[in-house]
């Protein structure tokens, strides 16, 4: 069975450009949560998606950062116009919907902004 | 409000020496709370999870924690440090009641001296 599976592993992206990330959750599984860990730091939570919805976006920055969850394909968190700020590792995780409360991790998109 | 706070960012003990990961939490409503491991540029891993009911609970690689209420404490252990268990850990807080989200701890690097 195959876990949640990030990519690209590593992203190197200059200011300005555009990055986007993309998350395939674990088969059977229609709640994905995206978290961002800045170096030194604990992760912390971005936005929270059932399959064409956002259901929490608290945690996303007001500009440049979005989401989505389409009906067919991975999930994708798309960074326009990145900063240095942005250079941190994004974490997707996934829950079934009747055991939200166990979610399982992906290996990271390693983010660094020249 | 939920928050968790991890006492030590730094652990080091012996090899089968007593480990002790410090995991303190705030929360207005009765919490869910975990334990997440991380190795090296790796996503995280569930240890364990304490949900509702027993409050000691046991989890892989010969881990568990208890948790205590009054003291608003879910501190992990193991008996016998190994070589292995060599990684950063991290306690998060969830709960039933309103958003799905893991608010996660600043983590604490154990370090295993042989």
């Known amino acids: 069975n195959a876990g949640v599976m990030q990519n690209p592993r590593h992203l190197v992206r200059r200011r300005g450009q555009e990055a986007r990330l993309r998350c395939s959750p674990v088969k059977g599984h229609s709640h994905v949560y995206w978290y961002r860990q800045l170096p030194e730091e604990g992760l912390k939570f971005m936005v929270y998606l059932q399959k064409e919805n956002i259901i929490d976006e608290s945690g996303m920055p007001k500009e440049r950062f979005s989401a989505e969850f389409p009906k067919e394909g991975p999930s994708i968190l798309r960074i326009q116009q990145v900063v240095r700020g942005d250079s941190a590792a994004y974490f997707c995780a996934s829950s079934p919907p009747t055991l939200w409360n166990e979610q399982f991790f992906g290996p990271g998109t390693r983010l660094t902004v020249l | 409000a939920q928050s968790v706070t991890q006492l030590g960012s730094h652990v080091s003990v012996s090899e089968g020496a007593l480990v002790l990961l410090r995991c303190n939490y705030s929360?207005?409503?009765?919490?869910?709370l975990f334990w997440y491991v991380q190795y090296p540029n790796q996503g995280l891993q569930l240890l364990l999870k304490y949900t509702t009911g027993a409050t000691l609970v046991k989890g892989i690689n010969g881990f568990e924690a208890e948790f205590k209420k009054s003291e608003t404490s879910f501190h992990l252990t193991k008996p016998s440090a190994h070589m292995s268990d060599a990684a950063e850990y991290f306690c998060a807080v969830s709960s039933v009641q309103g958003a799905q989200k893991l608010v996660f701890g600043q983590g604490t690097r154990l370090t295993i001296n042989p």
């Open positions: 929360s207005s409503v009765p919490p869910y």
